[in-house]
């Protein structure tokens, strides 16, 4: 009891205890005692002269190596207080270890002196451990791969050779009496030097968006190179002649002139092996068919299939006059001369004004209307160089071809492979106008939509003519058939033949001369003509409705535009109230009172005016006879000919040619007798047959 009780008076004491402690005994042994990882020594005499009995004990044979082991547990169970865990065993190192789980306690039990005064069945012989080393080694990177003087083979590869540095290492380490080691064993050495294989993977290009021809913006080409090493050393060795031998010319139109392409390259090995080109064009090209070679040292490549798409640096397109809105627009009319402008869009850095000896060529040949039935009859293209880039005028007018047969497609006008030249770097450049960028592109230039700018008529009204060609659902008649011109002519000669020129009688007024309508006076129902032309010079809306006579015996259609008979409209009269007879036509003046024999630019402006006229007609007109559908113009009593200008003179549907005064479609003022869009309105009057003016109550 005194024994334990010191001993745990002793393990008290020692777990408060910091710090080491050893001491010897005669009997030889030192033990430690471990607790929570913090090592604690102390002494205990018992505790090793108990131990020391059961050694000695088991050493002389008094005990069986059994016996001991259970003396050895019975103690500690002693010690430990019952701790069932509790357990002893030597270690490698010759040491008794006593220990038990449950207070965490160890008690390690070594002899100072080693064990060689006890028998080895004790314990395991003592282990010795002596000093020794292994060998590895260190690799700096592989280098740059070095081509040297190697010649690249016919399958396009070359070899190239990378190196590094083998350096050995010692590693110290131990080697003890029981076979165990702390040795790894040492590395046979890598070589210091290794072969690669380079080749360029030339269908594997790669190329950058496509760039306009201006000799700024480029097309970059990557050739990949098959290469295991990141890096290559191609000791001054360079690529070079590069040549586009395609031989894409500048002059795009025959593939002749100046070379268009221009190519540089550099060599970018930061991220990937790979050869960049940078390529530059000066005329529009689109192709898969490119080639291109170079060479490095001895070796030519040549790489097809390359991909030139370079786009034009201009776009054009086309805007028509629009005299109703006073500016340019998209539409074109039919039968119309009318002014156009080539305008052109700048599609990269390039500018126009940055160009020198710019030329059209093959412009005028190359206006046409969109399909076979239309064709351009009037063209006035006057100029072969382009002047500005705000747009070059020029004119013309679309009409029927003799095959025509109606006209239920809407017409517009094209330039189909219009041609431009200029200089760009010292360097003639010629290709198609388009509407669109594409290298190779030939899309028409065109106006887009248009109207057909006709006479409506309004109401019962004879007429013969093209009106279903023309899709015009009436039209006034030539009147050689017509049997309402024999009872006029005969009725006014009848009335008029006692009286003098300029005399008045009951309303009616005779003249033999050219009258002007301002000079008509309130008291006036029925004018009376022989021999001479109304002019009507201003509006005309009396509330009565009137009634103007113009008689000429032995009217030429061909000539009689110019002389006697004609009722003339002037530019600024837009509604005429009045039943109107004429042995000759309906014919538009200019301002002066003379007759348009010719179309033009300045005819179809100063007749943008809509004209309203109320009442009725029986004129020497057409409708829709100035077109050359069936092969011919007709002109008034079904003469024909193949003079477009004197068929239009007399064709109703180019009387006016625009609305400025009501524009349907935008609602601009219009009232109930505005109610239609067409440039001319013929709306018949009742009042005609209701309360006809003297003279022609019949």
């Not at 033990?31 to 002269?49: F, L, P, Q, R």
């Not at 040549?302 to 086309?318: A, G, R, S």
């Not at 005969?490 to 009258?515: F, H, L, R, T």
């Not at 000759?584 to 943008?608: C, F, H, M």
Request: hydrophobic share 35%; with cysteine; proline share 4%.
């Amino acid at each position: 009891m005194k024994k334990i009780l010191l001993l745990l008076i002793s393990l008290t004491i020692l777990y408060f205890w910091d710090g080491v402690y050893a001491s010897d005994f005669s009997t030889g042994w030192r033990w430690n005692y471990i607790v929570e990882d913090n090592t604690k020594d102390g002494m205990h005499d018992s505790m090793a002269d108990r131990l020391i009995d059961i050694g000695s004990n088991y050493l002389d044979g008094t005990i069986s190596p059994e016996e001991a082991r259970r003396q050895l547990s019975e103690y500690i169970n002693q010690v430990s207080g019952g701790d069932a865990s509790a357990e002893a065993h030597f270690d490698s190192n010759g040491g008794l270890h006593i220990g038990c789980t449950n207070n965490g306690s160890l008690i390690v039990l070594r002899p100072i002196g080693g064990w060689s005064w006890l028998s080895s069945s004790w314990g395991p012989p003592p282990v010795t451990c002596s000093a020794s080393q292994y060998t590895t080694y260190n690799y700096s990177n592989w280098s740059a791969c070095n081509v040297g003087a190697n010649l690249w083979s016919e399958s396009n590869t070359i070899s190239c050779t990378q190196t590094r540095s083998v350096t050995p290492q010692n590693n110290p380490c131990s080697v003890c009496s029981d076979g165990t080691s702390s040795c790894s064993p040492s590395e046979t050495p890598g070589p210091s030097s290794q072969n690669q294989t380079l080749s360029f993977n030339f269908s594997s290009l790669t190329y950058s968006p496509d760039a306009y021809a201006d000799n700024s913006s480029k097309i970059t080409i990557t050739i990949p190179i098959t290469a295991p090493a990141e890096w290559i050393n191609w000791n001054g060795r360079t690529f070079t002649n590069f040549q586009d031998t395609t031989v894409i010319k500048s002059n795009r139109i025959d593939n002749s002139w100046d070379k268009a392409l221009s190519l540089s390259w550099i060599i970018g090995w930061s991220w990937n092996n790979q050869l960049i080109l940078d390529i530059k064009s000066i005329a529009p090209v689109n192709t898969n068919q490119g080639k291109i070679s170079f060479q490095e040292w001895t070796k030519t490549f040549n790489v097809n299939n390359v991909l030139y798409h370079f786009k034009k640096p201009f776009t054009w397109y086309i805007k028509t006059w629009d005299d109703i809105k006073n500016n340019w627009e998209w539409s074109a009319s039919i039968g119309t001369q009318n002014k156009y402008k080539l305008l052109l869009t700048q599609k990269s850095s390039l500018t126009w004004s940055g160009l020198s000896d710019y030329t059209m060529n093959d412009f005028s040949s190359q206006i046409e209307p969109n399909w076979a039935d239309l064709e351009i009859e009037s063209k006035s293209v006057n100029w072969s160089t382009l002047t500005s880039e705000t747009g070059t005028e020029f004119s013309a007018r679309i009409n029927t071809s003799v095959s025509a047969t109606d006209l239920n497609q809407t017409p517009w006008l094209q330039i189909n492979r219009p041609i431009v030249s200029y200089k760009l770097w010292w360097k003639t450049v010629k290709y198609y106008l388009s509407e669109q960028d594409g290298g190779n592109d030939m899309t028409p230039i065109k106006t887009t939509g248009s109207e057909f700018m006709w006479v409506r008529v309004i109401g019962g009204i004879q007429w013969a003519g093209k009106s279903e060609f023309t899709w015009q659902q009436a039209n006034i008649s030539n009147l050689y058939n017509s049997e309402q011109r024999t009872l006029i002519r005969k009725a006014a000669y009848e009335y008029v033949k006692n009286m003098s020129s300029g005399q008045i009688i009951n309303g009616v007024k005779y003249v033999q001369w050219d009258e002007k309508i301002s000079n008509i006076t309130p008291d006036v129902e029925t004018l009376v003509v022989v021999d001479g032309n109304v002019i009507f010079d201003e509006n005309f809306i009396p509330t009565q409705l009137k009634w103007i006579i113009v008689l000429k015996d032995n009217y030429d259609v061909s000539t009689g535009y110019t002389g006697k008979g004609n009722i003339y409209i002037m530019p600024n009269v837009s509604q005429i109230n009045a039943i109107i007879y004429a042995d000759g036509g309906l014919i538009s003046v200019n301002a002066s009172g003379v007759p348009y024999v010719q179309d033009s630019i300045e005819r179809t402006q100063a007749l943008k005016n809509q004209l309203f006229l109320n009442g009725s007609i029986f004129t020497r007109n057409t409708i829709g006879w100035g077109i050359l559908a069936w092969g011919e113009y007709i002109l008034p009593g079904w003469t024909k000919t193949q003079n477009f200008d004197i068929a239009m003179i007399y064709d109703l549907n180019y009387i006016r040619r625009a609305n400025v005064w009501c524009d349907k479609n935008s609602n601009n003022n219009c009232t109930d007798s505005w109610e239609y869009k067409d440039p001319f309105v013929i709306k018949y009057d009742t009042r005609v047959q209701s309360n006809p003016p003297k003279l022609f109550a019949q």
